[in-house]
């Protein structure tokens, strides 16, 4: 059973595969989710192909974004090609020409894409990222230690009162 949709919304789509092109749809949940130039809040899938559209959370077995962005992706095998993530959680994650926030894999090739923060047993490809191991650590403790001082400033001043 496919179910094909074209610029229209809907609140949730459940089907065997669903091919959504230029629509908006609240959940997906599907085998097989295709969507070109649309979006959802949700999708979950054994196989997921964004092309050119956005999600706020994906989980899948094999996921592949082109031109397209997603605040959480979750799967086995993720690719990234000219997109964008706030964080990826795979198995295996390949990034072309693409950035990402936070990345957690257990293999990981990059080309010419970035990571603010990459927790990778094996990475293969240049790597770019904002805080290496060391500066994430650092950046941790003083930002502990800054909430720190802030929460015992307000106990200070609740005793006042």
Sequence with gaps: ?????????????KAEVVDLRGGLVDTIEAEEAYITQGGA???????VDLQQGGALVIHGDRIELNSGAAIIARGDEVLLDHSSSGAVIADDLE??????????????EMDNSSSVVLLAREVHGPVE??????????AGLVAGIGIGLVL?????LARRR
Excluded: C
């Excluded at 059973?1 to 789509?13: I, K, L, P, R």
């Excluded at 990034?95 to 990981?108: D, F, N």
């Excluded at 990222?129 to 650092?138: E, F, G, K, N, P």
């Excluded at 015992?152 to 200070?156: A, D, E, M, P, Y």
């Design 152 to 156: 015992t400033v307000f106990r200070l």
């Design 1 to 13: 059973m496919e179910e094909t949709f074209a610029d229209q919304s809907q609140d949730e789509v």
């Design 95 to 108: 990034m072309k020409e693409s950035r990402a926030g936070l990345s957690i894999a257990r293999t990981v």
């Design 41 to 47: 809040n949700r999708i979950i899938a054994s196989e």
């Design 129 to 138: 990222t904002v805080l290496d191991t060391r500066d994430a650590l650092l």
